[in-house]
């Protein structure tokens, strides 16, 4: 719906209607306007996106530069890893980012850094226990 200034309104209508042979007679309830709650998800749907670009884009600078491999095969190595260890894309990019700046993950072999940084995010379930299989 639109305002007497022009500017759209998303309304939802909260309620139920009377019929008589198959027409409307009488409408009871209440209107909504949430136009607000949708820019505000929007905006916050955005600076979300936004707040994890910059890591995402350094993990994938990571795997480029360890692997040689380009920017889409990157991505798809992050979102599998990803969807495989059931860990956020934005959390395996963050904890990458953060672990290759480890010392305790640090090899002579950039490769090997990062693969010592991703074995450390879901380790095998021996690891996890502490005992030996």
């Given amino acids: 719906m639109r305002d007497p200034h022009g500017h ?8 139920h209607a009377e019929a008589d042979e198959g027409q409307v007679t009488r409408l009871y309830g209440f209107v909504v306007d949430i136009t607000d709650m949708l820019r505000e998800t929007a905006a ?15 993990a994938k600078g990571a795997l480029m530069l360890s692997f040689g491999i ?25 904890r990458i980012a953060q672990g290759l ?3 305790q993950y640090s090899s002579l072999e950039p490769g090997r850094s990062l693969l010592n940084v991703l074995m ?12 030996e299989g």
């Fill in 8 to 15: 759209l309104h998303r309304l939802r209508y909260v309620g």
């Fill in 44 to 58: 916050a749907a955005v600076a979300g996106a936004l707040e994890h670009r910059a890591v995402i884009e350094q």
């Fill in 70 to 94: 380009n920017d889409e095969a990157a991505f798809e190595l992050l979102r599998t890893y990803s969807s495989r260890s059931n860990i956020k894309l934005a959390v395996v990019a963050e």
């Fill in 101 to 103: 700046s480890d010392p």
């Fill in 120 to 131: 450390a995010l879901n380790p095998h379930p021996d690891q996890r226990t502490g005992t």
